[in-house]
């Protein structure tokens, strides 16, 4: 079955730096766009970034541009959000995203905290 685990959140400073990574499982990676979600306490689930199947067209929330990138590596079955410039507005859970045969899947989440 589908599976998605995120990895790689934590507490840093504003300004920082995090690499988050989705490893994925139990589809053909490589055919589907993925994406990366954020929800912050009390607020909706928002998407964060998107990537396409190939690699090469990317979409990004104007709250985030400029400062993320999501990247991915089909050999490994990994897609990855490198956030720079964290603000304390980016606290929240980030998920891992693939909608397939129409289909939502989601991972666990992982929390990213950005306080001083």
């Known amino acids: 079955q589908v599976q998605l685990v995120e990895s790689g959140g934590g507490l840093v400073q504003p300004g920082g730096s995090l690499r988050l990574s989705c490893a994925a499982s139990g589809f053909t990676f490589s055919r589907y766009a993925m994406s990366w979600y954020r929800q912050a306490p009390g607020k909706e689930r928002e998407l964060v970034a998107s990537?396409?199947?190939?690699?090469?067209?990317?979409m990004y929330a104007d709250s985030i541009k400029g400062r993320f990138t999501i990247s991915r590596d089909n050999a490994k079955n990994v897609v990855y959000l490198q956030m720079s410039s964290l603000k304390p507005e980016d606290t929240a859970v980030y998920y891992c995203?693939?909608?397939?045969?129409?289909?939502?899947?989601w991972g666990q989440g992982t929390q990213v905290t950005v306080s001083s």
């Open positions: 995203h693939v909608r397939r045969i129409r289909r939502d899947y």
């Open positions: 990537i396409l199947s190939a690699g090469g067209s990317t």
